[in-house]
């Protein structure tokens, strides 16, 4: 049966992801389960996306009760569940106006959207540079394709849109000089995802804030992977003490529910009038009810606290690892947001550790990462180092 549902799934899905050869059926806490009875502990959780883990009881309490009641209304009217999530994502983010959508490419989208509308309404409708960072990653449309960093997800894509230059992360110097009067756009990830768990540092976020208010050009943080309580704080930028104009979040924000969305300030959220941007499944009673229960767990529930400790007794762990195998080049990264930079490609390792009842992922050719629930205990963090440090070693 096993082997028969993974030759079905190559036969009917396009060729453009190539899974492992496992199929999921179920999770509980911080495992998940194949059809043939496995269990593996998941330090992937949906690539940063099932932020409370599975089968977490308030949420699946939460969208029972709210399946009872209506999964879809549209944007035509408003519904209850997505007004609350937005109140509490305006009271924790400093910022104003929230527009929902269904994935991290289409909240980055949105901002590139709001961003270039709001230059163009009322900044100067010359300013059209776009300045991303190289090694970044802003999505798979072609427009977040375009102002991702890395041109091996622009092959095959050409011709990509224009007017978009990437500068080096966290050099303040090249930033200066990149930065002019024609420049509409600036977006940064706090901490580059699918460039190797690179957190910027304090210094560049804070040149990039004054430089932007200087030059009338919007500042977009892109925290779909690094936000929602993955760092130890609600937003990645609450570390760095710099707020951007508007901030895109997606993954962790519905706890494995398909959500995306922005956060603006006043002045730049003047960008969009009615008709000017929208988004069918944006503002689902359901997925927002989803990220109710995020935001309530990362807040009331003490769960920010519990990825601070955890990230900080990970990070120690890691370190640790690395003292016995001088394949690992580096430990970086913050919180719940870690990896490893090795000597070599880590495929073998990861295929290997899977089949030790353990999920990794990779960020790039020689680096794991980690990216585990956060709801992920001390001694799941002891299991995980105990499997790594066994796949590592000399065979």
């Known amino acids: 049966m096993h082997d028969a549902w993974i030759d079905k799934g190559q036969e009917v899905f396009l060729q453009n992801y190539k899974p492992l050869p496992i ?35 308030p949420l699946k309490k939460a969208m029972k009760d709210q399946i009872d009641k209506i999964t879809h209304c549209s944007n035509l009217y408003y519904n209850e569940p997505s007004i609350r999530a937005a109140q509490k994502l305006v009271e924790l983010s400093g910022l104003s106006r929230v527009f929902f959508c269904n994935s991290g490419a289409e909240a980055n989208e949105a901002a590139l959207k709001l961003g270039k509308r709001y230059i163009n309404k009322f900044v100067n409708g010359n300013k059209t540079e776009i300045i991303t960072m190289k090694n970044s990653f802003h999505g798979r449309t072609i427009a977040t394709v375009s102002i991702t960093g890395q041109t091996k997800y622009h092959e095959g894509f050409a011709p990509l849109f224009e007017g978009i230059t990437y500068t080096e992360f966290n050099d303040v110097e090249a930033l200066e000089m990149v930065l002019t009067e024609k420049t509409a756009i600036l977006m940064i ?26 030059l009338d050009i919007v500042l977009i943080f892109d925290e779909v992977q690094c936000g929602i309580g993955r760092t130890g704080t609600v937003f990645a930028y609450d570390q760095y003490g710099v707020k951007p104009d508007i901030v895109t ?3 962790g924000l519905g706890a494995g529910y ?5 956060i603006a300030n006043e002045k730049t959220a003047l960008g969009f009038e009615p008709g000017t941007h929208a988004s069918t499944f944006g503002g689902n009673p359901l997925s927002t009810t989803a990220a ?43 919180g719940l947001m870690m990896a490893i930079e090795m000597d070599s490609p ?14 990794l ?8 990462r980690f990216v585990p629930p956060l709801t992920i205990k001390q001694t799941e963090i002891d299991d995980m180092i105990h499997i790594l440090d066994e796949v590592l070693s000399p065979q």
């Open 258 to 262: 398909v959500i995306g969305a922005i």
């Open 189 to 214: 990830e706090p901490i580059q995802g699918e460039g190797g768990i690179r957190p910027a540092e304090q210094s560049f976020l804070k040149k990039a804030r004054a430089l932007c208010d200087a």
């Open 346 to 359: 880590v495929g073998n390792a990861i295929a290997m550790a899977l089949d030790k009842g353990l999920m």
């Open 249 to 251: 979040l997606a993954k």
């Open 292 to 334: 109710g229960v995020v935001l309530d767990a990362l807040v009331h529930d003490g769960l920010l606290e519990h990825v601070k400790t955890m990230g900080a007794y990970l990070e120690a762990s890691l370190l640790e690892l690395k003292k016995r195998h001088p394949s690992i080049v580096e430990v970086r990264g913050m």
């Open 361 to 368: 992922i990779n960020s790039g050719t020689h680096i794991i």
């Open 23 to 57: 199929v999921i059926e179920r999770g509980e806490g911080n495992y998940v389960f194949d059809k043939e009875g496995n269990k593996y502990l998941d330090f992937v959780a949906g690539i940063a996306t099932n932020a409370l883990g599975y089968s977490y009881e």
